[in-house]
């Protein structure tokens, strides 16, 4: 599921919503996405638009990240990865609910041992224990 060597990375919606303008390659040597993201975040953001035109726009921006990138399933193993992070979560005195697609997205990162690429790192401070947050500006 992963590259040899370099960075390994997982997107979050943030990333897949607005690249980085330098580029993929130079945050890592490997780039996916979670099945959470293709469908549980970037889907809903498709059908939600009621302008035909944008709803287009993001169809093909839907389409481009699957051509692009590998989609990442979300399996029996990243919902243990999950309930740890929702554990760590409580430990830090936050409520994993509001939070639980961007949970799924990092326990996906988190069962395949990859870095999660954000624009939000702040949002996973509290995971730092079991998972690497890359802060992409």
Known sequence: MSAPGGRQVLL???MVIAPPLSGLALIADFVAVSAITYRG?????????????E????????????????????????????????NLARTAGRDPRPWRLDLLI???????????????AADFRYLERVLDVVEVP
């Open 106 to 120: 990092a326990a996906t990162a988190e069962r395949h041992g990859l870095s999660l690429a954000t624009r939000n």
């Open 41 to 53: 975040r970037a889907g809903v953001r498709v059908g939600a638009a009621a302008d035909p035109v």
């Open 55 to 86: 709803r287009q726009r993001r169809r093909r921006r839907e389409q481009l990240v699957v051509d692009t990138f590998d989609v990442i399933p979300f399996d029996i193993a990243a919902v243990q990865s999950y309930g740890l992070l929702a």
């Open 12 to 14: 979050d919606t943030s």
